[in-house]
């Protein structure tokens, strides 16, 4: 303890010099100068890994939410394909198994394709001004199922193949489970992004925090000099780095939120041509849900966080080696 | 207050710079730390700052056998240490007055409840005018003066000061001297290092004399 603690009376007695007005009261500067190159630079490869991260997280939960749609409509369908066969009438077998769909428990909408809707599904690949009539062409029913019910697949498909045994039901079951691992390995490729990108946020932001500490070095040792512990001198250096991971974080979250809103009406100038229907299909409306937006946020405060962590680890290791 | 017994001390693999110290400060007491260039004075004075660990010996500030002491334990006993070194050590983005005023800072105290008495001293060491200067437009005699206000504020139990009358006129030092002197009286044991005979010969004090390495005092 310094005898500061005990009651004595002043240091130096200036007699008349003494100040005859109170002293003003006084901001402080800060402990660690708020601006120096080591902190823009922290600030930047924040902003940047940040922003890196936000592109990442966005477009694999476009990715996902895209594939979420896909995945929901087509499992709410089936499709049945009643097939010619010799002897047979197709239109009545068509006819009759519409009849016998509709009868099913779980079915809402049933949508047998004319004969001419059918020739317009082959003409990308047989052209147009197709008879039906010289082909053995089958014929497309589309079901709706009432989503949330299990259907009874089973129980369809034997009634089905009961009123025209060339019939088939098709759940695009196989379809889906692949549609299913697509999404999943993209969803994992992105994560495995987001690791890589917080890892290099990491190494970076200790490189960048011993460079900092290193130029902060005259200010640890007069720190110590006037007695002020590891503690201290980590707990003002962490705030410092706290808020430079938040500038960081803030900087580049915001960059990549507004990539995300104009991407938007960016792909809305696009829409009609090709590029843009590709893309359309791939990743939706490109519109990103409040809730993802929430998640980008929720990141970059994680990213601060992962700043002032490895700050910290970096600070104590650096007192260390100062002492 | 301060025991050295046997202490050596060596920076790495080189010779011994400091050998077989014996000796003890006593509270209140008031000595001249003196000696050719280059025979370890700064050495000793970082040794007494528990800045350099000793190679050899023990060394007990306070009652306390340093060796044994960790580092929270380290700073709070450099609470009651005021150091000046020859360069000064101020932080150049803070005034003057922030500088001085620092060692009641890290202790947590409010601005207000130390701010007069940082003026004062301030204006004692005649930097009255020089209050919310920065350290780089500071002359050397002013910077000096400045880190022997920020070494005294807190009223330390031991003050060590490296050349601390280097940089200014013979006024002013005396004036100094005269600073250290009623530190000294208010209870604060003082080790000045230097090569000043002129200063020495103002004061009739213990001397501690370092000479290749071995300390030799003159009562």
């Not at chain 1, 499992?75 to 010619?84: G, L, Y």
């Not at chain 1, 196989?174 to 994992?188: D, F, K, N, P, Q």
Request: glycine residues 8%; charged residues 20%; aromatic residues 6%.
């Amino acid at each position: 303890m310094s005898r500061t603690d005990q009651p004595h009376g002043p240091l130096v007695d200036l007699g008349r010099e003494r100040p005859q007005v109170p002293a003003r009261a006084r901001n402080l500067s800060p402990i660690v100068p708020r601006a120096s190159i080591a902190g823009r630079a922290l600030v930047a490869v924040v902003a940047i890994m940040t922003f890196l991260a936000s592109i990442t997280t966005g477009t694999v939960l476009l990715v996902s939410a895209s594939a979420a749609e896909w995945q929901s409509e087509v499992a709410s369908e089936i499709t049945i394909q009643v097939r010619p066969a010799p002897g047979r009438d197709i239109d009545r077998d068509a006819a009759a198994v519409a009849e016998a769909i509709r009868a099913q428990t779980g079915i809402v909408e049933v949508r047998p394709f004319t004969r001419e809707e059918s020739a317009k599904l082959l003409e990308p690949w047989l052209g147009s001004g197709l008879s039906l009539d010289d082909l053995p062409v089958p014929r497309v029913i589309v079901a709706r199922v009432q989503p949330g019910t299990t259907l009874d697949l089973a129980a369809l498909r034997r009634r089905v193949t009961q009123v025209a045994a060339s019939a088939s039901v098709d759940d695009h079951r196989a379809w889906i489970e692949r549609m299913r691992s697509m999404t999943g390995a993209t969803v994992i490729a992105g994560l495995g992004i987001l690791a890589l990108v917080i890892i290099a946020t990491i190494i970076s932001v200790s490189f960048a925090t011993r460079g900092a500490m290193a130029a902060n070095r005259p200010i640890v040792e007069v720190l110590h000099f006037v007695g002020a512990g590891d503690r201290y001198i980590a707990n003002r250096f962490l705030r410092h780095f706290l808020r430079l991971g938040l500038q960081g974080g803030v900087i580049g979250c915001g960059v990549a939120m507004l990539v995300f809103g104009f991407s938007e009406s960016i792909a809305g100038w696009f829409s009609g041509t090709p590029v843009g229907d590709q893309f359309a299909a791939l990743l939706g409306t490109f519109s990103l849900r409040p809730s993802g937006y929430l998640a980008l946020a929720a990141q970059a405060v994680l990213i601060a966080a992962i700043t002032a962590w490895a700050s910290r680890r970096t600070l104590f290791a650096t007192l260390d080696d100062i002492d | 207050m301060v025991r050295f017994e046997n202490v050596g001390l060596r920076y790495g693999l080189g010779p011994e710079i400091l050998r077989d110290l014996n000796f003890q400060i006593p509270a209140h007491s008031f000595q001249f730390l003196t000696g050719p260039s280059g025979a370890g004075k700064t050495s000793l004075l970082k040794l007494l700052f528990l800045s350099l660990r000793p190679t050899r010996g023990l060394v007990n500030l306070f009652g306390h056998d340093v060796s044994l002491l960790g580092k929270d334990e380290i700073a709070d006993l450099r609470k009651r240490i005021g150091i000046v070194l020859q360069d000064f050590r101020l932080l150049d983005h803070m005034t003057t007055y922030e500088n001085v005023a620092l060692p009641f800072r890290v202790t947590g105290r409010e601005e207000s409840s130390y701010r007069k008495e940082v003026i004062d001293l301030l204006k004692w060491v005649g930097l009255g005018e020089r209050m919310d200067a920065l350290p780089p437009i500071l002359s050397g005699g002013e910077k000096q003066r400045a880190a022997i206000a920020r070494a005294v504020i807190s009223r330390p139990h031991l003050l060590l000061a490296d050349e601390p009358t280097g940089n200014v006129d013979p006024t002013l030092g005396r004036r100094l001297l005269r600073l250290f002197i009623e530190l000294n009286k208010s209870g604060t044991a003082v080790i000045i290092a230097t090569h000043d005979i002129t200063l020495m010969d103002q004061y009739e004090a213990r001397r501690l004399v370092l000479h290749q390495g071995r300390l030799h005092i003159y009562e």
